[in-house]
């Protein structure tokens, strides 16, 4: 059955890599995953469902409700979450179907959607921005799993930028991909920004004079769309970095989520928690030079 789960790679706001792994476990486990799967119409159509109910409720927190998703857990959680944050731990969190807003299957499709938040002691609003929007060196920041990454254009607060994702894990998945990105500055101590993967293109042999993209939506089905979510909050001495993606790929097999289901908790949580500390560590690291 089509489920909801978890996100993509890194950077920009990243973290596909659910996405690959699962497919990548399936080939350890001598289960074809060659050949194209198309990306269709019913498919689409339940995330669009999924992302205007999502792009909705980030609307609203960012009009009337709490600014990061840690400021809506009872009083108990939220002061724990606080001070694991200052401490320097990162807070993941697994939005749900029912805090999504939508129950609706996704034919042929999982849905996969994360958050996490990261307290950079020291920093500055401006400090975080100028890491994320230098799309340039994001391949620096993010490697290994942004292999290589440019800034297209700019106007203003308005951003777009190429970047090759690339993860191993039994099988090595390498995708081209281009993003456009608003940056919103909410008053002297908040911003945020909405990213969306405005193209995904799978690579063959990438690296080689064979190197060729397969067509966006007419392949192996490890990541279909990317939707991202960043919100910074300058406090408590520091800044407060929260990160919401949401991806599409391909369902998997019947009968092979016993098998599946691991990596489906657990890398995810993983490769957003990787995109934030490496975040951490590139503003501080800035700070510092």
């Not at 792009?55 to 998703?69: I, P, S, T, V």
């Not at 307290?119 to 994320?132: C, E, S, T, Y």
């Not at 001495?237 to 790929?249: A, F, I, K």
Request: charged residues 25%; proline residues 6%; glycine residues 6%.
């Amino acid at each position: 059955m089509p489920t909801l789960s978890s996100p993509p790679w890194p950077a920009l706001s990243t973290s596909a890599l659910l996405c690959l792994s699962a497919v990548a476990v399936l080939a350890g486990a001598n289960v074809p995953v060659s050949g194209l799967f198309s990306l269709e119409p019913p498919t689409i159509r339940a995330f669009e469902l999924y992302l205007a109910n999502t792009e909705a409720r980030n609307a609203n927190g960012l009009k009337q409700g709490n600014f990061l998703w840690i400021d809506d857990l009872p009083a108990t959680e939220r002061d724990e979450a606080y001070t694991k944050l200052r401490a320097g731990e990162t807070q993941m969190h697994h939005v749900t179907p029912a805090e999504a807003g939508t129950n609706t299957p996704v034919p042929g499709g999982m849905i996969h959607d994360w958050q996490a938040i990261t307290f950079i002691p020291g920093a500055k609003i401006d400090d975080v921005l100028r890491v994320l929007q230098d799309y340039d060196h994001q391949s620096t920041v993010y490697a290994p799993d942004v292999e290589k990454s440019k800034l297209e254009s700019r106007d203003g607060d308005h951003f777009r930028a190429f970047l090759r994702f690339r993860r191993r894990k039994v099988i090595t998945v390498v995708m081209n991909t281009e993003h456009d990105i608003t940056y919103f500055r909410d008053s002297a101590t908040r911003a945020h920004s909405r990213s969306s993967a405005t193209r995904i293109a799978e690579v063959d042999n990438p690296g080689t004079a064979n190197e060729k993209e397969k067509t966006p939506g007419e392949d192996n089905g490890f990541l279909w769309r990317m939707e991202t979510w960043w919100r910074l909050e300058e406090r408590d001495g520091g800044v407060y970095v929260q990160n919401e993606v949401v991806s599409l790929s391909r369902d998997i097999p019947t009968g092979l989520g016993w098998m599946i289901e691991p990596f489906v908790t657990s890398i995810p949580k993983e490769s957003l928690a990787f995109t934030m500390e490496a975040t951490r560590k590139a503003v501080v690291s800035t700070k510092k030079s």
